[in-house]
């Protein structure tokens, strides 16, 4: 059997500025060990909330209601004596479009390294940063300008450098999203590739807004629909046997996959609501006066 890493009970989102947004609305979802999972849904569904709410990054901003609860291995993220940084580190974040450390890029994998204590000696710190460099395909690119600033990589090798930093300090569950999403093509492809290396060791919980990258990729797959979770299974049951309606319009919907372009290039008509989805939205909401 399988090990769950991060589980959430019930948990919502509620962004209560000047317009009310239940943008999650009570999931219950658990996220087996060395297993990459895919969250998709339309736009505006609620993916990227409920992956920030798995991280306690709603903490940070103002007019955000969090309810419900968050285990990683059993433990509460919210409602924990375990300071923030601690909890980060183990629930580590790549946004769609990271930003490196204003340090080198040998420091930019070392400062987690550091800070965390997780190494024993200065060799052991460069044996880290080259182990983890070398895991995000990154090590060939760099080994000869590892004392180079960061902010001149290109944004692919940045988004490889961010994964690079989150993997050394060691998180038991790594969350990615729409990772690709920002990045040219070939740079798309490239970190591809990476996130399918990773996935072999690591469990991952990746947003996409690609059904293709979902297909090509996960082991299990999510969709969410208007804040709630539709359906959740594994990736071949999902795909060839969906059980609900709505899954099948989704995945069959306009800008299929096959018609699209190359690894993380899709665009957003990928996975927008088809137009009968869209009617069925606007009858039933996300928002809640
Ligand atoms: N800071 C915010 N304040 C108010 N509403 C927000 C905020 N962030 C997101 N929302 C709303 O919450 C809902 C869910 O947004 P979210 O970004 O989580 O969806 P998503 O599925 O990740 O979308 P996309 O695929 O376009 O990134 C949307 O209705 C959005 O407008």
Redesign the pocket.
Known sequence: MTDTVLETRNLA?T?T???R?E??KGVDLSFPENRLTAII????????????ALDRLHDI?P??EVTGEVYLRGEPVYDTDVPAPELRRRIGYVP?DPTPLPLSIYENVAYGLRIHDLHDSKDDLDDRVERYLRQVDLWDEVADRLDAPAAGLSTGQIQRLCLARSLAVEPDVLLC??VTSALDPVSAENVEETLAGLAEEYTIVM?T?SMDQARRLADEVVF?YL?EVVEANDVRSFFENPEHERTKRFISGPGTPDTLGPAGSAS?AE?KPSDTERDEGASDP??AE
Request: net charge negative; hydrophobic share 25%; charged share 20%.
């Open positions: 989102v962004y500025g000047d317009r947004v943008a999650v849904g339309p736009s505006g569904c609620g993916k990227s909330t409920y992956l920030k901003q007019n955000v769609q999203d729409e947003v807004h969410l804040g957003e996975t996300p928002t």
